[in-house]
Nanobody
Framework: QLVEFGGGLVPPGGSLRLSCAAS????????VGWFRQAPGKEREGVSC???????HLADSVKGRFTISRDDAKNTVYLQIHTLKPEDTGLYYC??????????????????????RGQGTQVTVSS
């Protein structure tokens, strides 16, 4: 399973580090995606990272978000800086089998994933 940690209520301009921890399987050979869902809005693919460390950030978060993975800890991180109210939403991670070089953004177009976490809420408000 996947479990997300690190969400919370933060003021505009604040920072958070979200964690996506895997248990019961090894994350090394999986493509991991981060998505967010805000009320009344479409799901948005925020960031992804492949097993060969190819990564991608959505235009809306470039320069503010960073994705990284620590396979020794079986965890993928999403570091978020300069939070804006429009970043508010439920952030969840997904994992899809991918032990080969590929463009990680393929997961953004998938409706089903091998694994998906329940999400962690991020609320940006003063």
């Amino acid at each position: 399973q996947l479990v997300e940690f690190g969400g919370g209520l933060v003021p505009p301009g604040g920072s958070l580090r979200l964690s996506c921890a895997a248990s019961g399987f090894t994350l090394d050979y999986y493509v991991v995606g981060w998505f967010r869902q805000a009320p009344g809005k479409e799901r948005e693919g925020v960031s992804c990272i492949s097993s060969n460390l190819d990564s991608h950030l959505a235009d809306s978060v470039k320069g503010r978000f960073t994705i990284s993975r620590d396979d020794a800890k079986n965890t993928v991180y999403l570091q978020i800086h300069t939070l804006k109210p429009e970043d508010t939403g439920l952030y969840y991670c997904t994992a899809d089998w991918g032990p080969y070089p590929l463009d990680c953004t393929v997961v953004f177009g998938q409706d089903q994933h091998n694994y998906r976490g329940q999400g962690t809420q991020v609320t940006v408000s003063s």
